[in-house]
């Protein structure tokens, strides 16, 4: 096991084998979103309360769900790139970031579009909007102090000391938002707790949560590989992989 | 009475590398430094030399490496390697709106103090005497200097490294420092250093590694 | 003769920043006036209602009390960078993590204290309520040494750029949300008369997990932002 985490921490090896998924990967989360969407935009039972407009839940949910799970992926990452300096786990780091970043817009773009039918306005101070929102903001952060330092090894870095900061604050920051939108708001109606939910519901929604998973193992892997050619561009591996043969 | 360090310290490094903007500065480098040795880095400028001490100081990570003090890696030592080491680096290091005085009282607080000089003898032995009350800022370039080398004295560390300490000394200020370096490695200090300068500093305790060659 | 013990080498730095802080002392008010004309500006712009201020007085407060940390963040370390003193302090022969601690309660002493101070005026220009006030008084009192040590995280993640300023509102703003969130609900509550103590107990946990992690944080920041 051991020998193998070190073969894949060499970057040859991982150029190679992450460009063997990519394509598994990308055609698996494009067939997984096509069915997800068809099955629960078209397959799926309107809700008896908020009628077809709830079907963006199938795409919110799962990217709510993205935003969250990319972050901690990121700190992780950072982590193991700051005490075993493996490179390559730095650059995973920091290969996730905008994907991350991505998917929580996506989450408050289909998060509003689902507000303006239910409450009439594109706006609400809902807490789990807003600590998306939060969260939005925490990964401009790392990705502008990655942007700002000049040293690339120091800036992934820097970034992962802040997403790892970052880590730690989401539990805090997450329920001092929700507190205060009890406080304020009294007890709404919250529209993503969907306690009970039924099973021809659920299907599609776990469906193409699969699918952006498998979309961001691709995409992070693309990113991943660029990033690392780039940051090797004198070794030798990647002088022979671009040379005529 | 004059202190000796203990004879048994040792400052190794191996198969260092410093890469710096896709740039190889350096590969390959190594050196072992024993006590009463004093190590010259030579080379062109923007040949790493400044980034070679920030690794052997543990302010730098080496690309590939380590760097040991009497065995163990310094990474890992952390303040107990930096209890063993004096840095002067490009910049002074000392405040300029504290006295010499302030600022020497500052570096004892986080180092060793001299058991042998108190900080009125470690600003006199650099010319200093009767500036130890006045702003760093209202002293000329190689009076700060001058603060930042008592610097070395008034703390005790067998490792020197320095960067360019003769920079802005007047040539009164040269001689004062070679003699602090002399006797430090008499005593087994050690010296890592850079200089564009001249050191009549000679014989077997000096060692030199060439980084443009 | 042997190191001096870290408590004593942390005392002595706390000293030299309050020395230092001393000899520019006419820097020491900006952040203050910057808290005051903040919280002037608001009542310009919303109206001076007083049911009006009564309502947002809490949040504004807070809000002014954020940004002038902000502010004065940057001198946390800057100096201290430029001068390669900072360089010195990260060689010192005790952990980095205790000397930030240090710097960072000098520096909360110099600009963090002079806001809890003047912050009973600013109320009364808010119009809080007097039975509120004291309640106002400890929650900067619990919060702004929070917002410090927070803040001297971001700073070590940016002193080496050149252009930090904004980086680091970005990057520092969005953790002092919950600060923001118990603090102000706190003076809120305090002038309708409801009970206080859980959101100051939280303050105070927060103000606990900030002592003991953020020095962590903020030495191995430094450490990036110097090699």
């Known amino acids: 096991m051991m020998r193998f985490i070190h073969r894949l921490a060499s970057p040859k090896y991982f150029y190679d084998v992450a460009g063997r998924i990519v394509p598994w990967a990308g055609w698996g989360a494009?067939?997984?979103?096509?069915?997800?969407?068809?099955?629960?935009?078209?397959?799926?039972?309107?809700?008896?309360?908020?009628?077809?407009?709830?079907?963006?839940?199938?795409?919110?949910?799962?990217?709510?769900?993205?935003?969250?799970?990319?972050?901690?992926?990121?700190?992780?990452?950072?982590?193991?790139?700051?005490?075993?300096?493996?490179?390559?786990?730095?650059?995973?780091?920091?290969?996730?970031?905008?994907?991350?970043?991505?998917?929580?817009?996506?989450?408050l773009v289909t998060g509003s579009l689902w507000g303006k039918p239910m409450w009439g306005t594109w706006w609400v101070w809902d807490a789990r909007l807003t600590s998306e929102l939060i969260l939005l903001f925490l990964y401009l952060g790392v990705m502008a102090l990655y942007g700002a330092v000049e040293d690339k090894r120091m800036a992934s870095r820097a970034a992962a000391i802040l997403a790892i900061v970052g880590v730690v604050n989401i539990p805090i920051i997450h329920y001092s938002v929700e507190w205060w939108n009890t406080l304020h708001q009294g007890p709404t109606v919250t529209k993503l707790d969907k306690p009970s939910i039924a099973p021809e519901m659920l299907w599609p929604l776990l469906i193409m949560a699969v699918g952006f998973q498998l979309y961001y193992v691709a995409t992070v892997l693309m990113r991943a590989r660029v990033?690392?050619?780039?940051?090797?561009?004198?070794?030798?591996?990647?002088?022979?992989?671009?040379q005529p043969r | 009475m004059v202190r000796t360090f203990d004879p048994n310290l040792s400052l190794e490094a191996a198969d260092l590398a410093c890469i710096r903007d896709d740039r190889v500065l350096f590969e390959h480098l190594g050196f072992t430094l024993a006590t009463g040795e004093l190590l010259m880095l030579e080379g062109r400028n923007g040949s790493g030399k400044t980034s070679l001490l920030r690794i052997l100081c543990s302010i730098r990570l080496p690309d590939?490496?380590?760097?040991?003090?009497?065995?163990?890696?310094?990474?890992?030592?952390?303040?107990?390697?930096?209890?063993?080491?004096?840095?002067?680096?490009?910049?002074?290091?000392?405040?300029q709106d504290l006295t010499p005085e302030e600022n020497l009282r500052m570096a004892r607080a986080l180092g060793r103090p001299s058991p042998e000089l108190d900080i009125p003898e470690a600003l006199e032995l650099f010319g200093l005497y009767g500036f130890e009350d006045v702003p760093t800022r209202t002293l000329s370039a190689g009076q700060q200097r001058r603060v930042a080398l008592a610097r070395l004295v008034a703390t005790e560390a067998p490792l020197w490294i320095l960067d360019e300490p003769f920079t802005s000394l007047d040539r009164d200020g040269i001689g004062v420092?070679?003699?602090?370096?002399?006797?430090?490695?008499?005593?087994g200090g050690m010296i890592v250093m850079t200089t564009h300068h001249r050191v009549a500093l000679e014989g077997e305790r000096v060692k030199r590694i060439n980084l443009t060659a | 003769m042997s190191a001096l013990s870290t408590p004593r080498a942390m005392a002595l730095l706390l000293r030299r920043d309050l020395l230092l802080a001393y000899r520019r002392r006419a820097e020491l008010i900006n952040p203050l006036l910057f808290f005051v004309l903040i919280a002037t500006l608001f009542p310009l712009g919303v109206g001076a209602d007083s049911r009006l201020l009564q309502t947002a007085g809490p949040g504004i407060v807070w809000v002014a009390a954020l940004l002038a940390a902000l502010l004065s963040l940057d001198s946390v370390f800057r100096s201290d960078f430029e001068d390669g003193t900072l360089e010195q302090l990260m060689l010192s022969a005790h952990p980095v993590s205790l000397l930030v601690l240090a710097k960072v309660f000098a520096h909360w002493l110099v600009t963090g204290v002079p806001l809890i101070l003047v912050?009973?005026?600013?109320?009364?220009?808010?119009?809080?309520?007097?039975?509120?006030?004291?309640?106002?008084?400890?929650?900067?009192?619990?919060?702004?040494?929070?917002?410090?040590?927070?803040?001297?995280?971001?700073?070590?993640?940016?002193?080496?750029?050149?252009?930090?300023?904004?980086i680091l509102s970005l990057l520092v703003l969005p953790l002092y949300v919950p600060v923001l969130i118990f603090a102000s609900s706190a003076v809120d509550a305090a002038s309708s008369g409801?009970?206080?103590?859980?959101?100051?107990?939280?303050l105070a946990a927060m103000l606990v997990a900030a002592v003991s992690l953020a020095p962590v944080a903020a030495a191995a920041s430094l450490r990036v932002s110097l090699s």
Not at chain 1, 63 to 90: D, H, N, P, Q, T
Not at chain 2, 75 to 85: A, N, S, T, V
Not at chain 3, 119 to 131: D, E, M
Request: charged share 15%.
């Open chain 3, 194 to 202: 409801l009970p206080v103590g859980p959101q100051l107990y939280i």
């Open chain 2, 64 to 95: 590939a490496g380590a760097v040991w003090w009497c065995g163990e890696e310094v990474q890992r030592l952390g303040p107990d390697y930096h209890e063993q080491l004096s840095y002067v680096g490009h910049k002074d290091g000392i405040k």
């Open chain 1, 30 to 107: 494009l067939i997984l979103i096509l069915v997800g969407a068809y099955w629960g935009l078209v397959e799926a039972p309107a809700d008896y309360q908020q009628g077809d407009s709830f079907r963006i839940i199938y795409v919110h949910v799962p990217a709510a769900w993205m935003s969250l799970f990319i972050y901690v992926v990121m700190a992780a990452a950072g982590a193991i790139g700051l005490v075993w300096r493996i490179k390559l786990a730095e650059i995973i780091a920091i290969a996730s970031a905008p994907i991350g970043a991505s998917f929580t817009f996506l989450a």
């Open chain 2, 177 to 187: 420092f070679e003699s602090v370096m002399e006797t430090h490695l008499e005593r």
């Open chain 3, 119 to 166: 912050s009973p005026l600013i109320g009364v220009l808010l119009s809080i309520p007097s039975r509120a006030m004291p309640v106002l008084v400890a929650s900067l009192a619990l919060g702004t040494p929070v917002l410090s040590l927070i803040g001297a995280v971001g700073v070590a993640l940016t002193v080496g750029l050149r252009r930090a300023g904004i």
């Open chain 1, 227 to 242: 990033e690392l050619l780039e940051r090797e561009r004198n070794s030798r591996w990647v002088q022979e992989l671009v």
